[in-house]
């Protein structure tokens, strides 16, 4: 009860929180104290950057999704009978380190 159902459009998604922020970017060369151009170096372009990545990779998804639908084939494999081994082989198997002896002790 305490979560939203399912189909209401509560929120933005992260995707377009990055590609579209609420507060530009360039708001911070304004502050007081902090040299523009370094603010702009180290605060303004790393954000531009991010959102310009996040932009390239959201599209670069849909184009390998969109060629996923479209070369939906079911791969036919062939049925190969299966390999035996030489000897049979057990699960914690130390008869090879400690043998039974057949004295029955």
């Known amino acids: 009860m305490a979560q939203a159902p399912l ?21 911070t060369l ?17 954000q531009l950057q991010l959102g310009n990545t996040v932009l390239a990779q959201q599209q670069q998804l849909g184009t390998l999704q969109q060629g996923l639908t479209q070369s939906r084939v079911t791969p ?19 008869l090879g380190y400690f043998p039974v002896s057949k004295l029955g002790r």
């Open 7 to 27: 189909g209401t459009a509560f929120g933005i998604p992260a995707s377009q929180q990055i590609n579209n922020p609420s507060v530009s970017p360039y708001l």
């Open 30 to 46: 304004t502050q007081p104290g902090i040299n523009p151009a370094v603010a702009y170096q180290t605060l303004v372009t790393p």
């Open 76 to 94: 036919q494999l062939a049925v190969t009978p299966e390999l035996a081994t030489g000897h049979p082989i057990y699960f914690l198997n130390t």
